[in-house]
DNA sequence: TCGTAGTTACGTACAGCGTACGTAGTGCGC
DNA sequence: GCGCACTACGTACGCTGTACGTAACTACGA
């Protein structure tokens, strides 16, 4: 009856479980475990409370008990995911470094295909991250430049890694999910384009589609873009 | 009573209307508008297609003989606004145009705070995005490369002012929709930050939040960031 | 030791969503 | 002028997040 306490914005904040009452029967990370399998097994929209309350065998308004919102939910599903990061000795080459990293949350992402959706500055400070973060600024230490800096290069590079992947698995998905063949669909899109460019009114994205020749290569425009972020630093 | 017409994937190859039957009473850019205003004033998830329809006037179901799927109704308003994009006669400087062009895209987005959300490749050919794209393409005329370079000079441009401008803005909203004020939610978050550094596991965080000092300035990040992405071409 | 306060557990309920489908009305092409 | 393709739209279904009420449980203060 009495009023719900308000909970603090960021649930890490939140201690994980209260000394009265009965015992809490699942952990954080059970909950982000059961998310993190419904996401990989059924997508990031099957990721209902509803869905995962039932995976983890309670009802679904028990669940927020431990996840005050949905996002929150979320929150744990990314840091759960950021464990996963691989932390090794640096080398001492921070680009080499760098790259490895960028190769790495690819890999990450690839095997979640979820993750990029989810990705938020917002989430930035799960322990998880912070682990991840400070394995990054290791790596720097050899770079010469402020944290500022630092922190700048990380930001850029995991952006661009995440947006790049994103499109990535965007494009994969929407040609998996097509009700016709990628040909057809192809065909369909090529049509409509060489319609427009046709009109005569885009003669460079004309003349693009006249140089372009074979299927794009992801591995190396990955690879370019790593190094590109980079240079720049 | 016959069976709906399968729909093509992208509704750009649709003909705006067809020759039988009673006039349409809606253009797309009617509809357009109608999504635009409503995200405009009260957000990207009040764009429900009941509403739209009764911004339209019209039935909620009546707005499925113009769009086949909400995600054709998104694709509208990302056109309609990439249709704001001025486009100048290039000065022969690649950078410099480029940079503009970051610039006013950035714009953009902060006047039509839900567009980095609704961002996507998949919307790379609507006529308005051909026609941004020219334009970018025009501005490096003076640029020694491929179309497949300059296609990623302008991804990686795009991509990073999308999540870059994404990140701004969700941290202004978050901000601004705390139902405590942002002196206390630092304070909580600055508190759990510290009691995790102040472990010693992250000596390096530590040390960055000595090294911090002042606001950011979010101006000049960006403004760096630009000029890094095309140092890299 | 015992009440009681703070928790956990969970069923019910509500408002909202995207959209499949049936039906009625309209006007162009044959 | 017939018929078909199209517009219009009400109803309905299954799904969502989550507010709220209630019952069971346990650690702590008296």
Redesign the pocket.
Known sequence: ?????VVPEVIWARPE??????????SRADIAEAGVRIADAQGL???????V?AEL??????????V????DLHELMVDAISGEHELWEPSGDWRADMVRVAHQTRALMVRHPWLPRLMSPVYGFSPNALRYLEHCLTCLDPFDGTYGTKFELIAMLNGMVTTYVGNELATAERVRSLPWSEERENAVRGAYLGGQVAGGGYPRLAAAFVEDSGPIDLEGVFERMVLRVLGGF
Chains 1, 2 share one sequence.
């Open positions: 009856m009495a009023g719900r306490a479980r209260a000394g009265r009452g009965p015992k809490a029967a699942y929209d099957a990721v209902s409370m509803r869905h309350a065998g309670c009802g679904t308004m028990s669940l927020y008990n431990y005050p919102r949905k996002e």
